[in-house]
């Protein structure tokens, strides 16, 4: 029996967490900092690491309370992300692993992601192909074996969220921009326009989202159709692409399961059409673990604790961070 307590202050959520043998989730605890945000359109890093450092402490207390017991190891995201914001995690994270004497272990933010659809009673078993879709990131990861990764396709611009939130932002809908467009799609005609599949033909597993984005800006400077056809148009277009480009690259790895995860990995749609329009089994995490969270963290942690892939207390942070 592994209890990891997983620690996530990447960028605007502080996330503790207590998992069990590297699956179980024992506590989650997410303090979102979307509302104190929401003013700006965006994240405000000298405010986010602020918030981070405030309830960072009660969120451990909160979760270790929850859990009981003790502890085996400390994992906490390392980077890439907002500087400020990671140091806060770390070294939090750095300082209880002194005074308890465990392990520490420093882990990448699109690697915890991975790990987040190990969180469940059927944890997927490798080799895989990972459609990793977030805020920062839209690529897809052929995965041979735990901690091994081969970047075979990412974007040339946007992000997939990014779009979304700049997206929902054109239409005057709420940050962040990926629950409130599905939310508006929902009511909308998905045929109503057809926006750009961009890159979708020929062999090359890249990803291009800011085309995207500008059509919908030229869209709305004509005569503006209704906002519910405009969103359900985008979520189906911005989809599209990435069923597109997962077949493709499902074709050519010849992976026989796909894993799907990221903040995007809680949208409705993308979800049910992997689900059935792809002839591979797809793992995802459940809804409440797709946004960042410090059990796929602890998750993450546990597997590297596991092959004895552990860090020190000179690990650093690094805004910049590749997976390989
Ligand atoms: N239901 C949804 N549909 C589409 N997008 C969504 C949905 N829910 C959240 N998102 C998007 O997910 C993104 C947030 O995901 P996440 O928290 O993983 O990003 P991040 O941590 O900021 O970036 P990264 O993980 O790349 O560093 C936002 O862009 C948000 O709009
Ligand atoms: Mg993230």
Not at 38 to 52: K, L, M, N, Y
Not at 118 to 135: K, M, N, R
Not at 244 to 249: C, Q, V
Request: glycine fraction near 10%.
């Amino acid at each position: 029996m592994t209890r990891v307590l997983g620690i996530e202050t990447s960028c605007d959520e502080t996330g503790v967490a207590v998992v069990e043998n590297g699956h179980n989730v024992l506590v989650n605890e997410v303090a979102s900092q979307v509302a104190i945000h929401a003013p700006f359109g965006g994240v405000v890093p000298e405010i986010a690491s602020r918030h981070h450092t405030e309830c960072i402490s009660q969120l451990t207390r909160l979760a270790l309370d929850a859990a009981g017991g003790t502890i085996d190891a400390i994992a906490a995201t390392c980077g890439p992300g907002l500087t400020g914001s990671l140091l806060v995690g770390m070294n939090f994270g750095k300082a209880l692993s002194y005074a308890w004497g465990v392990p520490f272990v420093p882990v990448h933010h699109i690697e915890g992601h991975i790990y987040s659809a190990f969180l469940g009673p059927d944890p997927p078993e490798f080799p895989l192909l990972a459609l990793i879709v977030s805020g920062g990131h839209t690529c897809l990861i052929w995965c041979p074996e735990p901690h091994v990764y081969e970047i075979i396709g990412t974007t040339r611009d946007d992000a997939v969220g990014e779009c979304f939130d700049k997206v929902a932002r054109l239409l005057g809908l709420p940050y962040p921009g990926g629950p409130s467009i599905q939310k508006a799609a929902e009511g909308g005609n998905p045929r109503a326009l057809d926006f750009p599949r961009a890159m979708a033909k020929g062999d090359s597993l890249e990803f291009s989202y800011s085309g995207l984005k500008t059509a919908v800006l030229y869209a709305l400077k004509k005569d503006p159709p209704p906002v519910p056809d405009v969103a359900a148009s985008f979520q189906y277009a911005a989809m599209d692409i990435l069923l597109i480009k997962t077949k493709l690259a499902i074709q050519k790895t010849g992976a026989a399961r796909l894993l799907l995860a990221g903040g995007v990995a809680a949208n409705k749609h993308l979800r049910e059409r992997l689900a059935s329009e792809l002839d591979v089994p797809v793992s995802m995490p459940p809804f409440s673990l797709c946004i960042d969270n410090g059990a796929m963290i602890a998750a993450a942690g546990a597997s590297r604790l596991a092959r004895g892939m552990v860090g020190d207390l000179r690990a650093g942070v690094f805004a910049s961070l590749p997976l390989s």
